[in-house]
């Protein structure tokens, strides 16, 4: 069929030209889930002893300097996923790179 053009026949097509679906990233009920390298509050991509001075700034003198991955559903830093960021976050960074013990709960993207 050269010359062909496509119509929209499927159910509740009108006949015209087809124009059913946007192209590109399938989203469900928002953006897709994205965070980054889990744990990572300064956003640079790796877990070290700044993450652990940027949680100890927020826990103890509520000064935020997290960088929060914009389509991770958890909240930045609470890396035990039980919904805060408090002082038991801060037990876990400073067992994640000071004693390599990674007790991080897993990525809620699952990465
Ligand atoms: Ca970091
Ligand atoms: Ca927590």
């Not at 097509?13 to 989203?27: A, E, M, S």
């Not at 700034?57 to 000064?63: A, C, G, I, K, M």
């Not at 929060?68 to 890396?79: K, R």
């Amino acid at each position: 069929m050269v010359g062909a053009d496509f119509k929209d026949h499927g159910p509740g097509g009108d006949g015209g030209d087809f124009d059913g679906f946007n192209k590109g990233v399938i989203t469900i009920g928002g953006p897709s889930c994205d965070c980054g390298v889990w744990g990572d509050v300064t956003g640079e991509g790796s877990i070290n002893p700044v993450d652990v001075t940027v949680m100890v700034q927020f826990v103890y003198y509520q000064n935020d300097m997290r960088t929060q991955p914009p389509n991770c559903p958890l909240e930045a830093g609470d890396v035990n996923c039980d919904g805060s960021v408090n002082a038991q976050d801060v037990t876990y960074y400073v067992q994640c790179v000071y004693f390599q013990n990674d007790m991080f709960c897993d990525d809620p993207c699952g990465e």
